[in-house]
């Protein structure tokens, strides 16, 4: 387990499954209330993320449930979350239909770019980014430390963005949005949190845009 402890927020974060996942908790330390994002598998080890969080707000409350993409390694705990906590979930529009075949879950609230979920009074915007799946969403919260964090899924890693199947349509999409709706609007110490792995900040990762242009992947 992993955490990152902001003004606003506390961030946790654990590995799941032989695809190493990441699920993340984010808790106001306000009120307590909490998100987490993608219920990717092992209910057991998400709930004992959420137990390691106990002192991180006055009264810890599990509010919602945000997934990042449609693919089943990021969904196969989401139907068990989702009977445990009976709380809003949330996704990309154009991904909802597909997290409902993967998981059985009927998505809540279906997400657009620009939208905005509430954690008390913290916001997260929804930020499209389209090429990994069609409805694939980034959550961004800006701290009133100055932080801000980017929940990337699997539309951008360290050394890159995500798969695309060398499909030249969807990578020319998604390199597009990852420029124009991350690197040319957040600052370079920008945390980003992938879906996958270790994390990485936007200036790590902004010199090396042409280079990933140009290899197609």
Do not use: C
Not at 55 to 82: F, K, M, N, Y
Not at 117 to 145: C, F, K, N
């Amino acid at each position: 387990m992993s955490e990152l402890l902001l003004n606003d927020v506390t961030i946790r974060s654990v590995s799941v499954s032989d695809m190493n996942n990441n699920v993340y908790l984010v808790t106001e330390r306000a009120s307590g209330k909490q998100l987490i994002i993608d219920a990717a598998d092992n209910m057991p080890a998400i709930q004992e993320l959420i137990d390691s969080a106990a002192s991180d707000g006055p009264a810890p409350q599990i509010v919602g449930i945000a997934t990042t993409h449609e693919h089943w390694d990021h969904v196969r705990a989401l139907s068990e979350a989702v009977t445990t906590y009976k709380v809003p979930t949330y996704a990309g529009n154009e991904d909802v239909a597909g997290i409902g075949k993967e998981s059985g879950v009927e998505i809540s609230d279906g997400l657009k770019h620009g939208d905005q979920i509430l954690i008390g009074e913290v916001q997260l915007e929804a930020i499209h980014l389209r090429g990994h799946t069609p409805g694939s969403i980034a959550y961004a919260l800006r701290d009133a430390s100055g932080v801000q964090v980017i929940f990337s899924g699997d539309s951008l890693f360290p050394g890159g963005v995500g798969n695309t199947w060398k499909d030249p349509e969807r990578f020319e999409s998604l390199i597009n949005d990852v420029s124009e709706r991350i690197f040319e609007r957040f600052p370079d110490e920008t945390h980003v949190l992938p879906g996958h792995g270790g994390s990485t900040t936007v200036g790590n990762e902004r010199p090396h845009l042409d280079e990933w242009r140009q290899r197609g992947w």
